[in-house]
Every structure is written in C-alpha cells, then in structure tokens.
C-alpha cells in the first residue's frame, strides 16, 4: 500500500486493499476545548495517529475521522459551556457511525476497528456498532469497539509517568497526558508556556445540569498539564502502541 | 405524605407535594439476565428500592422506574445474546427520558433526580438530561444524573465485602455484589443454591461484536456469586444510603 | 413456572418457558391522574393484574409493564394539563414497544398479546406491532393487540354495574367502573372518602387544544366514582376474565 | 373569495383570507381498499367534500387534503394485505401533518381543523397537534382534531338509513353508509353493480397480525354495500352538515 | 383500464393493472406561491396532468399526487417567507416517499417513477428512492427519479418560447414557462390579469438565511410572467411529451 | 489569528476570534471514488483549502470539515456503488450539520458560511441550515449556504480551460477540473499516469435504481481528465478566489 490513509488512495487501491484481506480503522474523537494550550482537535489528532502507527504495523487502513464527537460531560471535558467545544447529539452520533460501518461492509472489509479517544462516546459507539451489525447477529463481520487501555500501562510506566501519585484517570483532560501525548506527536500545536495546573472544586460520581463552576475549571484542564514531557510522551506512545498493534494484528487477523 | 411512591399518590397529593418543595427521583435500570440465581428484575429494583429509601429520609417523591434499559454490552451483562435480556435501544431510550424529564418539569418539580443501575445507560442518560434541559441551558430546573457511588466505600468495608481480594467492579454482575444486596431488599427472590462462581475467559478493554464466547460467560454471573451473604448485602446498604442520603439532600435542597 | 412474573424469573427459567412453547403479555398502560381518590398507576396497575390473572390460566409469562402511556386526550383522560399526569410521546412509544416485540421474538416466543388499559396508547401500538413484524409479514409469530372488552359484558352485567342507567364508556375515566376494580384488585390503594361525581360540560365527537376546561373536569373524574362497590369490581374482574382467557388460550396455544 | 379551496388561490388572496380572520380546515384521509365497487380515494374523497361545503357557509379555506393516511387496520379496512391500499407509516404521518400544522400558523391562520375520515389516523393526528402547538400550550391558536360525528344522527334518520337494523359503526367501511355517500358526491366513480354484501367471519375487540383471513373480508366491503341509495346519501350528507357547520362556525368564529 | 388515475379506480382493478405489468408514477410537487396570478397548487398540478398525459400512452397507473413539498428556497421559489407556501420538512419528505415506494413494491409494481415538478425536493427524492430499494440493491425493481427534462427544447422551441432572450431556467418561476403551461392546461385557474414581469435584485449561486429581500420579488414571479401565451404553453406541452413518453415507455416496458 | 485552522487553536483564542468579530466556514465534502488517479478525499481536501485560502484573506475561521457527504448519485459522482464511496444518508447528514451550526451559533458567532463541494450534498445543507436558524427566523445570524461559482468564470477562461468545447459541468467528476485543481493543491496525491479520459454511455435527465452499468462508467472519470494541467490548476484557483473572496468579505463584514 502506498500509504495506509484510505482517504489518500484511489476507489481502485481500495479495492485491492479489500481483497487483500485489509481490514479498516475508525479514529473518532472530538472537537473539544483542552485548556489553555492544546488545541481543539486533540481528540481527533491523537487517535488518527494511533490508528496509523498501528496500520504502519498490521493489514489495516485509516478511514478519515470522525471528528466531531458527542456533547462533553462537564466532568469529563468541561461540558457544552466552554467557547470552541462543538459536538453533536448522541442520536446523530449513533446514525452517523452506524452508517459508515455499513458502507465499509458494503466495501467489503471482514474487520472494522472503532478506535475512540472521547469518553462520552462510549456508549453510542457501541449502539452503532450493534446496529450496524443487525443486532450484533452478522456472522460475516467483526467490529471491534475499543478505547484507550489505560489499565495497559506496567507499574514502572506508572512511576515514570506520575512520580508523585497518580490522580485517577477521570482528570486526564488537557493535563499531564494528552500534553504529553502532543508534545511527541505534535509539538509544533503545544503552546506549552500557557500550560497550567488546574482542577475542579468538587468531583463526584454524578454530573448536575446545567452545568456549575464548582464541577469544572476555569481553564479548561483537569489537572497537571506541566508535568508534561515529550519524554513522558514517547514513553505512552511506545506503551500504546505495545498493547495495541498485537491486539489488533490477531483481532483482524 | 402518604407514601414516597408517585404512583400511588392522587394527582392533587402529587400538586401538594410539588408546592411544598419536593423534588422528584426516577429509578433507571433493565431487564438483563443476572445469573443463573437472580431475577431479571434485579437492575430495576435495587434503584427502586433505594430511591425509596433515600426518598424517606428527603423532601423527595420517586416515580414509576424506568424498567426496561439499553442494550446490555457482552462485558458488562453479558450482551444481546442471553434469552430473556430484553432491551431497547440507546436512541428509543434517549428519547423516552428526555420526555419524562421535560414532564416533571411541566409538573413543577425543580429537582430531578435520575438514579441509574445499569452501566450501559450512562451516556445515553447524561444525553436525555443535557436535551431536556434546552441543551443545558435551562436554569429553574436542576438534573442531577446519579450512577452508583462504588468508590464511596472506606477500606474497612471493602476489607469485610472482600476479604480475598477486589476483583474490580467491571466483573460485579450477578455476583457478590448485587446477590448481598438482594439478598436483603428481596431475599425470596434470589436462587441462591443456583449462584455459582464464574467469570469470562478474557477481560478486555474492548468489547467485540458480534458476541463471542470467550468475553462472557455461561451462568451470565461474570465473579464469585457465592461470596454473598445477607450481612454483606446490609452493610453495602448502609454504606449506599450513608453516601446517597446527605448528596441529594444538599443537591437537591 | 415458580412464578408468571417474567421479571421474577432467572434467564434459564424463561428460556424454559419459551421451549416449553409459552407466549409473553406486555401490560400496557399510562401514569395518568384519576380524580381525588385513586392513584396514578391506576392505569398500568390493572392491565398487569389482569395479565397477571390470565396468566395463571393459560401458558403465558407476563413482562415488565409498559407503565408510561401516550399523551392524555382532554376527553378521555384530562389531556397533558394535570399535574401527575406523565406521558411520552407517540412517536417514542411506538419505539419502544416495537423494540420490546422483537425482542421477545429474539427469545423465541411465538405469542406476544399486547394487553392495552389507556385508549390514547391504541393506535401507536398497532403500528409498534405492525413494524415489529415487518409489516405484519413474518408467519413464525402472532402478535395480539387486546384492549379492554368493554362490549362484551352481558345485559345482566350491565343492569348490575349501572342500575340507573349506563353513561357510554367515554366518561368511564375515574369514575364508577376503574374504582370498582381498584376496591378488587388494590383497596389500599382508593381514597374513597374523596371519590366525586363530576362530568365535563361539553361532550363533543371533536377534540381541542389548547385544552379548555369545557372539555375536562376539576376533579379528574369524568363520572360517577362514588358509585363504585368492592361487588361490582369483583363482578367485573370476573366477566373480563371470562371473557379473556378462553380467548388468550386460545388464540396463543 | 373566489373560492374556498386554498390551491386554487393565489398567495395573496391567501393573505386576505387570514387578515379577514378565515380559519384553514385540512381533509384528512386515505388511499384504501373500499371493496369491488368504490374508489380507492373513499377516504379522502368524502372529508374533502365535506370540508368544502362546510367552508361555503363559514369563514374558512380548505388546504389540499392530506391524500395518504396512515396503516389500515385488519376489522377496520382490511390491513395492509389488499392491493390498492397505499399508507404511510404513523411516525412519518405524524410528522407531516404537525409541519402543515406549523406552517398555517405561520400564514397566521388562527384557527386550524383537522377533519378526519380514517379512523386509524385518530391517535396520530392528535399527537400531530399536540406537538405543533407546543404540547398544547399555545394560546394564540386553536386547533380542532375532528372526526366523523356518527353519533349525532337522530333515531329517525338512523330508522331512515337502517330500515333492517343498525350493524354498528365498526363494519360501515366499504359498506352502505359510504356507498351511499358516494352515490350522493360522486356517482360516476361507484361500480354499484360490483357492490355485494360482506362481512368478515369474526369481529373482535383485538387485532392479529399477521393479518389472518378470518377477521376480513375477500371483498373488502365489511357489510351490506347494496343497501345504498342515493336517498340515503343525500340524507346522510345533509345530517352531517346540519351538525358540523354551526359546530365549525362556533369553534372557529 | 376504465381511467389511469389510480385513485379512481378499485382495488381489484389495480390488482389487474399489476397483473398486466403496468407500472406507476407517482406526481411529486409542491404548494408554493406562484405570483400574483397563479393558484398554489400550480406545482403539483402540472406534474399530474403530464403524468396523466404520459400514462395514456403508456401501461402506467399514476398516484395521487405528493402535494405537499419540501421548502423552498429563496431564489427558487421564493423561500419560506410567503403566506401560502406550505411545506413539510425534507426529512419528513424522505420518509414519505420512501414508504410510498414501498407500498407499491407491496403491490406488485416492478416499475415506479417518480415524477418531480419542484426542484427543491430533488436530493430528497433520490435519498428516498435509495432508501426503500435498499440502498439501491433490490434487482426485481426499477426506480426512476425523474425531473423536467427542460434541455430537451431544441432551438427552434427555444427561439418560439423566448424570442427576446433566454434568461435560463432559474428563474423560471411563476414567469413564462408555468404560466403559459397553466394557461393550457388550467386557464380557469389564471389571473391573467394581475400577471406581472419581476425579478429579483441579486442573483447568486449562493443561498442566505434569513431570507433577504434582495434574493427575491415582491411579486413572487422570478421573471416575466406577461410573455406566455396559450400557445407557447401548448408547444411547451407538446415538446415535453414528445421527450418523456418514449423514455417512459423505453425504461418501464 | 495565528491560524485560522480552528482546529489547531485553543479555546481561548477561538473565544477571541469571536469576540473580534469573526465569521466560521464549515468545509463540506464527500469521501467518494474520484477515478483512477484521484484520492477519494478530493472532494473535502478542495473545500477545506479554498476555505482557508479565502480565510487568509478575510476575517474567516475554518471549522474541521465535514467529510462524509451523502450518498452519491449515479450520474454525478458514480452512486453508491464503488468501492471507497463512503456516504451517510442524508436524514444524518441534515441532522449533523445543523446540530454543527448551533453550536457554532452557541459560541457567538454571527456569520456562518457552509461551503460546499459535493453536490449531491446541496437540498440537505439548505435544510439544516433552515432548521438551526429556527426555519430561518433567527435574525441575529446569518447563514450562507455555498456551492462552487462554477457559472462565474468568464468566457476567456473557459477557452483557456476548455480551449476543445465544454462538456457541461454534469460530466466534470474525476475529471479536467478536478485534476487539475489537486494537481495545484495536493500534486502528490494525483497518480497523473492512471489518468483516463471516460464518459458515461448514456447522459439523462433522471436518474435509475438500481444503479445501471450504462449511466456511469468504469474509471469513475466522467469526463476526460488527461486534459487537466498544473497551469488550468492555478487559474482555476485563482478565478475561483477572485469571485468568493469579495463575497465572503462582504456578506460575512
């Protein structure tokens, strides 16, 4: 394959790329505030890049994002408040996923991988897959529905990544680990001196509508986002892709 | 009042309670399979009972539960393949909440409480609320969207719920968990000398469609349903209702 | 069977009903205010109770009533301006009920009566029914939508039930015949001391919205309730089941 | 006015119409089966006449008739199984009629009627206005769900029209008072020497689907067509229009 | 066949037509201001008289008309801003028509057209042409998706109907060309005498919402409607036939 | 602006943007077979670049395209029967756009433009902009609905583009004018030696399901695109800024 963006191939490479046994991954994220110094589209950015350092290493093309996620929960990501979070509604969501699983079907690829870095997605997600696929009843077709294995990482990784304690990963908006994610990936869209140490007032196991300012910040991260590195970014790079290209290669096998 | 369940209440007992300030709890929950030893019904009654009981010891009313939830995911409830899950779907769901809400607001409720058992329905909730709030926008009328306090336990209750060892709650389906607590909210509903200890062959960050054997189970119990005692389920009451009880009250004062 | 409650069952044993070739009933009903004296649940309350009555006759689980109704008409039930009385819409009603079917159709049942108490619910659940069943062509499954057989009790029945003559069925909301059966079925649950003779102005073969009160009554009742006797509820609950049950026997063996 | 019928109008003629305080009446039917002699416009046909001759004596306009209605019933014109019946869906009805609805009020039309002749439309054309006048809350305009009034004929007309006794409303589909009623408007599209005398084996209170030959008729006529006169025709139009001309002048004024 | 309006015929007498292969058009306009001189069904009334007109030389059946289209657009008819223009959502458009296909795929037609007079309904159409032949795979039936095929006119037609100038078909609205077809096909329904020449400022390839006075006319004829004759309109209606008849006959034999 | 990728900003500097006065353009494409040699992203990479090269130039941000358009039609783009054509339907299409425009109205800015390069995309676009601006009442937002100024080029620069005949812009899919834009814009990603010159047997005014061989061809080139050269590439580009710049600057000051 001259290259694994499905969206760079012509209808013909495609086809090929089919009848060669490929299978086809779905980055989906979000446009989605990420505090004072990343930009917008780190929920799409991240996980375009994963599925393609994961292609680079498996049978496996990238389709164009799904770019625009679901409504932000306002302990997740700081809620539809902030300026600049533009989402979709959960049902558009499902239909939209849901229909581009059937096209890559009718494409026909056996595998479909829906690679998602925005929490609030999760469960639409899956209603469209399990729509897509009548009901989780075709025999023909295998979609796997995966997030971030955060729980992948070794103890080490750990303390390398968080020497002073680890905060949860409910908090992991726009701090420490997405930055350092950009930092290695994409640098050159850090604005890494407007980078700051933020948190919600109060975290709870509920979200409260409409939104109030003791639930999110100010700024728009969560928690730590100098304690970023690009070091610390290769290190999470290098323990994703670890986890995930054999995961990959043996589901779609 | 005469009872805390709305819908043995007249509608001018429900007008005298709206008028006196009460705000209004609706118990979310499914019709999924629990294991070889618990009623379908088990995901829709522990959040009836225990908005009851919450709604004893607070200025609240709790309606009709919403009884049947969205489709069960093959790691959390096993999936759609279980006779006897009976499900709809995320966007029927989406809808028939986002209705309800917006009729306790006709009623003049300023407080909602939609109190959730059932993991796969979260997202789908927080979107229904976030649509029946004009977007969030709304600001006579407060939502809260209540899932299960699990991290709420202290050590010491976690060392008598588990002395061998926490599993994670990822695998609590119709085992220790949810088995203690029927155990006392509706003991003569649980099979017991039917409990068994199970679990899937693999756990994984990923859920896998259509449905394959190794991510479930056969009992559909997805941990050790035969560690659960009565007194284990009295003190995970406890515990709940001593964390539940003063957040809505101050929520929803 | 232990029980006919579907949701009292564990998964094993409804799927050893539906190979023991029983059918499942889907109490239909509404939350909707009955006058001063008898609870909002009146209306999913006794569909359930009947389903439940029938069952116990004939080879039939009873599921989860559908407790939430369609929108209120101002002629049959007061329309959506009481408080109390909580509805969905049409449109998502249907949704869900056609949801419902199939999947009781997944778990192999072969007979679905669908067992109505709120006029306003009539027409969506034929077409909810009509969709479930692919536009009524599948042959592996019958689907019955039964609403109550109000004509078919005999001329003694009547002169029982309405000595001083029988005001049409339209005004029966509230009124002597539902507070019969509630002192049958649910005594506890009827306020008899605050039972009304009530009747709206104008009766029309037309229907207006806004709703004015013309159409509707102060208290909810749109008859007679104070001439309700625990008697006459039982002589009702008899002749429905009489009627009943011989037709569900027979329809669904 | 030039004439009565909205679509023969201009749009400024339209625009005096409303600034002179017309009302706007939509003809609500269907395309169905009326048996071996009627058209299959039956049902749209005749609300259309009669809305046009209701206008001529009030101050109202006709919109061109809402042609297509919604999925017969098996007892009430023979379901979905004939050749000829052509219907759409409830939701999607529901949807048409609520914009129509939406959009005369726009014009500015204060008073809106929605005169119905297919008795499976019923549930839908309420909810249709129910939502366009925002759950019924609009108090600047008034809309009017109406159907057929059987029951408003007097016992001499009943005697006049039903010499041999009165079978019920319910098999009158296809039958005498509809060919009659033909007959009166529109002659030359009856085949009275097709007209025969039907009915279906069983009439029930519940509907089966798949639809079963037993609750139908081979003709599609439920009753006696060849009782049919002229005479009757014009005595049932006139008795309709005795009572829905002061009723649509009273409502609308 | 006793006349090729569907509508007026039986059900067995389409049955027959079914039987002998016929096929169906199905009118598709729209009620839409049409200046100061033409009615609001101008839309939908010339769709169905040249599908009449093509069916008598043709085995095809036609529907009732779609009346009711979907909104206009400024610079195409004039938008949604004129009293009388009375439109339904594209949405609920698709779904319409969708169902309308597939009831008479029901019937056993192999051969539907649907004939389009209202340009903007036209992506709609097709969406819904898509949808009931599931996605475009059914091989056992034969959709056209058909608007006017105005490239047809040769030179000498073109020089006969616009002697002074073409000014393109754009604004072709309420002008020239529907005027002098109305003129004879309906000259009852033109007021010849209010007919004006208009137009609007701007024209662009864009479109503005709000609608802005700019983009169209006080009239609502985009062009110069005085220049249609009765003969034009004849030669327009011979032109046409003269295209469409054969390529109805060719494509639906 | 330091770039007017909004993407790439941070919530701050989109809150800055707006509160400068800025306008967004939302970038509308297809993912769709562009022939042998062009990627399937042509149609979202011109959009996305003629955006951001008109928001050079004027006070624009560039919101993350809209990739997936709605299906293709065969006579325009091939239909949905090539491998690569990835489309949504448009009911989704209609619903994602406009939930995209509220949010973008949400966060304040008052001149939208949707460009727009797929034309089967064109009915829908107009619909879900008429629906976020509250069926165009909104008017404190303005809304530009846009697709390509083909018309605008004047006669000059269609000899020099043309300098054989013009085939009519039908045919210009995959074609001279595509090429040669990508070979201006993105040159790596045309594979100039697969480039052909095809044509469709068989060029209609209507379109047919299911789709036949004779109406598309077999590159996916309806035209002839070894005419394309870098040099038509440049002039087209800047003829079309020449024309869209003033008109964003103005409609959008």
């Known amino acids: 394959m001259r290259t694994k963006k499905m969206w760079e191939l012509t209808w013909p490479e495609v086809q090929e790329a089919v009848e060669g046994g490929f299978g086809i991954m779905i980055p989906v994220g979000a446009v989605e505030q990420h505090g004072y110094h990343l930009?917008?589209?780190t929920d799409f950015l991240i996980p375009t890049e994963l599925c393609l350092a994961i292609a680079e290493k498996?049978?496996?093309l990238?389709?164009?994002p799904v770019a625009y996620g679901t409504n932000s929960r306002p302990q997740s990501g700081g809620g539809q408040g902030f300026v600049g979070t533009t989402s979709i509604g959960g049902i558009t969501f499902i239909h939209q996923v849901e229909e581009l699983i059937r096209e890559f079907i009718r494409h026909g690829f056996k595998k479909v991988?829906?690679?998602n870095w925005h929490m609030e997605n999760s469960n639409f997600l899956y209603e469209a897959a399990f729509r897509a696929t009548e009901r989780g009843t075709r025999s023909d077709i295998k979609v796997l529905i995966m997030e971030t294995?955060?729980?992948?990482f070794d103890e080490e990784t750990m303390e390398f990544l968080y020497p002073d304690g680890f905060p949860g990963w409910g908090v992991e908006h726009a701090a420490m680990f997405e930055t350092a994610i950009l930092l290695h990936i994409a640098p050159e869209l850090v604005m890494m001196d407007r980078a700051v140490d933020d948190g919600p007032k109060q975290c709870t196991f509920y979200d409260v509508l409409p939104i109030e300012d003791r639930f999110?910040?100010?700024?728009?991260?969560?928690?730590?986002?100098t304690l970023a590195t690009k070091e610390k970014g290769e290190r999470i790079w290098k323990e994703l892709l670890k986890t995930?290209?054999?995961?990959?290669?043996?589901?779609c096998k």
């Open 244 to 251: 995930l290209i054999p995961i990959v290669r043996d589901e």
């Open 149 to 152: 294995p955060f729980d992948s």
């Open 39 to 41: 930009p917008l589209a």
């Open 58 to 60: 498996t049978d496996m």
């Open 216 to 225: 999110t910040t100010k700024s728009g991260s969560l928690w730590k986002a």
């Open 113 to 115: 991988v829906l690679f």
């Open 62 to 64: 990238v389709a164009p």
